[in-house]
């Protein structure tokens, strides 16, 4: 996901995303500044079905889920407007519904600059939803 800095401090580094979606995390970047460009990374294998707190919530529009024997894959919009995929384990009933929310823990988010290197945050802080 491409993303916006809108503040960096020593505390806390503020994105903006898309639409109305910020992130706020609790790190801090020096090598970051606001309006740098930033894309988030999110690996599958972090997001979860289960809210822990402190979670950043995924809102998803499904486009085909795909049941396997051992897991599920979701092919979906996050946000209505980026294309996302999952695979969550066991079967998962999502009959009837076109929405799915799924979540991550913010330490789990990557950033990457805008050439593509990854960006490594002081981690001693926690990050929560903004």
Do not use: W
């Not at 898309?18 to 997001?47: F, M, Q, S, W, Y």
Request: hydrophobic letters at 40%.
């Amino acid at each position: 996901m491409n993303g916006k800095v809108l503040e960096s401090r020593e505390d806390k580094l503020l994105i903006h995303f898309v639409d109305d979606k910020n992130i706020c995390l609790e790190v801090n970047v020096p090598a970051l500044r606001a309006n740098d460009d930033v894309t988030l990374g999110l690996r599958p294998e972090h997001v979860a079905h289960v809210f822990n707190g402190g979670d950043i919530t995924l809102d998803l529009s499904l486009d085909e889920v795909e049941s396997l024997g051992d897991c599920t894959n979701i092919y979906a919009k996050l946000f209505d407007q980026l294309d996302f995929r999952v695979r969550l384990q066991g079967q998962q009933d999502l009959t009837g519904t076109d929405r799915l929310t799924l979540y991550i823990a913010p330490q789990d988010i990557l950033l990457f600059d805008s050439c593509g290197n990854a960006i490594v945050a002081d981690t001693g802080k926690t990050a929560k939803p903004h």
